[in-house]
């Protein structure tokens, strides 16, 4: 029932900026934290960001200062603002949520489909 859904991928130019969104929809308890992970081809998943719910951030050493990952939590959201991007920031860009969906006490990793960005002139 659970559902997360990105957007805002496309083609950038070297040195634009893009910005991802998230939207967590379904049966959703309490998100405990929110990221993004990226793929490009030929290359394992990597972390990108994370977001937990006490508002601390976690960023990969290739993208800190250039990314920031922000969350609307009143609508399940977790945004990822990119800047100053490079060819090497190229991916399929993947939403996960670490969400509560019952009372039970156990939380799920959840993700999105992915969201293609390309950098490249």
């Known amino acids: 029932q659970v559902q997360l859904v990105e957007s805002g991928g496309g083609l950038v130019q070297p040195g634009g900026s893009l910005r991802l969104s998230c939207v967590a929809s379904?049966?959703?308890?309490?998100?405990?934290?929110m990221g993004w992970y990226r793929q490009a081809p030929g290359k394992q998943r990597e972390l990108v960001a994370t977001?937990?719910?006490?508002?601390?951030?976690d960023y990969a050493d290739s993208v800190k200062g250039r990314f920031t990952i922000s969350r609307d939590n009143a609508k399940n959201t977790v945004y990822l603002q990119m800047n100053s991007l490079k060819p090497e920031d190229a991916a399929v860009y993947y939403c996960?949520?670490?969400?509560?969906?019952?009372?039970?006490?156990?939380?799920?990793?959840?993700w999105g489909q992915g969201t293609q960005v390309t950098v490249s002139s």
């Open positions: 977001a937990n719910s006490g508002g601390a951030t």
């Open positions: 379904g049966t959703i308890v309490h998100i405990v934290s």
């Open positions: 996960n949520g670490r969400l509560y969906t019952d009372y039970r006490g156990n939380w799920s990793d959840y």
